[in-house]
């Protein structure tokens, strides 16, 4: 089996292709060409899988990579995924994380009809929530421009599997983590930050809307749900989630707490960390899942968050011992 991999530098994309190779897959993991390589979520796969290079903004390389590849299953996990910086660029975003699926869907219909298709939309797409919990029949309602893009690319995935017979499936997916999430998502901002103070590197962390409740899951158990997904008879679309809502109140405590320390002694909120349009609760039901795939979630949000902190601490410390012996070489060397 030959699989293809949008964002595989990314958090999914790296579990992906993790899970992928353990299962006897081909890898290929799509990046855009830049000046600067960010490998590091995949540098130990390195070997093992083949990175080509495309770009979701520019239809010719996509139809290529898809002819050169002729995947059976491809991944799209690429976007502009941090919400609020599609509030910044709006039309990146736009660009990216909607007509970016359009265009891969092309690629597909035209060069790898028979291949396998998986969109990774979001749970963002439901925002002002119209229900609690929210399944895949739930009315959308997404509160910010990254949310607006995501419906747009479930919506057209829907529309190619339904109008070209397309094996098309979309992983509606709730807020999954892990020690690879980007500093610049809530969950590995506080844990990071939590060991940054634990290690005396820092005193504070500033914060938003401590009130606002998610259902955060881990991100290895989204991405196999999300392999499950294409290995059933008949596509479909399904939520992932835990069905627990936790507040970011719940995250600090568990943060703090698994390093000794009591999270009201370090946060301070910050305005500029609110968002324009809020999003207050998002909880994902995942009978549908639980019910046809046979996924459900295995790491509890207390262990995730647990995991993160230590990888975090483990990190810093790392790097606070690396940083002094280039000191004390520096030092050495000028004597």
């Known amino acids: 089996m030959r699989a293809l991999i949008t964002g595989i530098t990314g958090q999914d994309g790296s579990y992906m ?3 992928l190779l353990a299962k006897g897959y081909q ?18 796969l390195l070997d093992q899988i083949e990175v080509v290079e495309a770009d979701l903004t520019d239809q010719t390389s996509l139809d290529h990579i898809v002819h050169l590849v002729q995947p059976d299953e491809v991944y799209n996990l690429a976007a502009q995924s941090f919400v609020p910086v599609s509030w910044n660029q709006p039309v990146l975003t736009g660009d990216v994380t909607a007509l970016g699926v359009i265009r891969i869907l092309e690629a597909v219909r035209k060069h790898r009809p028979q291949a396998k298709f998986l969109q990774a ?18 009315l959308f309602y997404p509160r910010s421009p990254y949310g607006v893009a995501k419906v747009f690319g479930h919506y057209i995935t829907v529309n190619y599997r339904e109008s070209h017979n397309i094996f098309a499936c979309s992983a509606m997916g709730f807020n999954h983590e892990s020690p690879r999430r980007g500093l610049e998502f ?8 939590v060991a940054k103070i634990k290690c005396g590197l820092a005193k504070k962390l500033l914060m938003g809307n401590l009130d606002s409740q998610r259902d955060w899951g881990f991100a290895g158990d989204y991405v196999r749900g999300m392999w499950m997904m294409l290995q059933q008879p008949q596509p479909d679309d399904y939520v992932l989630a835990t069905g627990k809502m936790h507040s970011i109140r719940e995250l600090l405590e568990a943060a703090f707490s698994a390093v000794g320390l009591h999270w009201e002694d370090y946060v301070e909120i910050d305005a500029r960390f609110i968002r324009p349009a809020e999003v207050d609760h998002l909880c994902g039901n995942a009978t549908k899942a639980r019910e046809k795939l046979g996924w459900k979630p295995e790491v509890t949000f207390e ?5 993160m902190v230590e990888a975090d601490l483990e990190a810093v410390q790392r790097a606070a011992e690396n940083g002094h012996a280039l000191a004390a070489s520096a030092r050495g060397s000028t004597v």
């Open 17 to 19: 292709a993790e899970l």
């Open 27 to 44: 890898v290929f993991g799509l990046v855009r060409r830049c000046s600067v390589k960010k490998y590091d979520r995949i540098e130990g």
């Open 121 to 138: 939309s979001s749970s963002e797409m439901f925002g002002k929530v119209q229900e609690t919990p929210q399944n895949e029949k739930t």
């Open 186 to 193: 809530v969950t590995r901002k506080v844990t990071h930050q």
């Open 303 to 307: 262990e995730l968050i647990k995991m």
